[in-house]
């Protein structure tokens, strides 16, 4: 029982899951590519929005991440699932850049700017309105962010909508999608799921 106990706390960050971190446990990974994962950002899972309030900021960045050089380098990726997304609208004025992530827990303000050459994302909320038919105030799938721990800074890099007809998320898993997030780094360099 106490090993098990310990094994668990090892790869939950705080609260929210570091699924990073169960990948490289799950005696999958040859020593090499433990290594490899290792130096790349983790990503986590947050079960709710309060979950990821409650324990974003205790993240911590490992000096061994650093190694790769990167502007970026304090990044975290956290993926929300069942939330909503609505554009900031404040004394009727909209911020097109920013936008209110809620759920039935709370709200957080997040950046969404596909344009922009520090936080890029896959698409603008404009293209996933016409691509997959999102609105203001949807709720989506998942939304996979990246969170600059130092600043406590959230910005959206991508956002799956549910599909209309049989509300079931996309055939890419979740390995391929978090593989496309690299693309900074060479193939033999991409963490290793």
């Known amino acids: 029982m106490e090993k098990t106990q310990a094994r668990t706390k090892s790869f939950i960050a705080v609260n929210m899951l570091n699924l990073s971190q169960l990948a490289r446990e799950s005696h999958n990974y040859s020593k090499l590519e433990i290594i490899q994962s290792s130096l790349y950002p983790d990503i986590y899972l947050?079960?709710?929005?309060?979950?990821y309030q409650s324990n974003?900021?205790?993240?911590?960045?490992p000096w061994y991440k650093s190694i790769i050089p990167n502007m970026l380098e304090d990044r975290a990726y956290i993926i929300f699932q069942n939330v909503g997304l609505k554009i900031l609208v404040h004394e009727q004025v909209k911020f097109p850049n920013w936008f209110i992530l809620h759920d039935d827990s709370g709200e957080e303000l997040i950046y969404w700017n596909a344009n922009h050459e520090l936080f890029p994302a896959?698409?603008?909320f404009r293209?996933?309105?016409q691509q997959s038919g999102l609105k203001?105030?949807?709720w989506v799938y998942d939304v996979f962010v990246r969170y600059l721990i130092?600043?406590?800074?959230?910005s959206i890099?991508?956002?799956r909508k549910y599909k209309f007809s049989d509300k079931q998320p996309e055939k890419d898993s979740l390995v391929k999608r978090i593989?496309?997030?690299?693309?900074?780094?060479?193939p033999e360099l991409q963490p290793a799921f």
């Not at 974003?56 to 960045?61: A, N």
């Not at 130092?150 to 959230?154: E, G, H, N």
């Not at 593989?179 to 060479?186: D, K």
């Open 46 to 51: 947050a079960q709710n929005l309060v979950d």
């Open 179 to 186: 593989r496309n997030f690299f693309p900074e780094f060479r």
């Open 150 to 154: 130092s600043k406590d800074l959230p």
């Open 122 to 124: 896959t698409n603008s």
């Open 157 to 159: 890099v991508d956002v």
């Open 136 to 138: 203001n105030d949807d």
């Open 127 to 129: 293209k996933a309105q």
């Open 56 to 61: 974003s900021r205790e993240l911590k960045f």
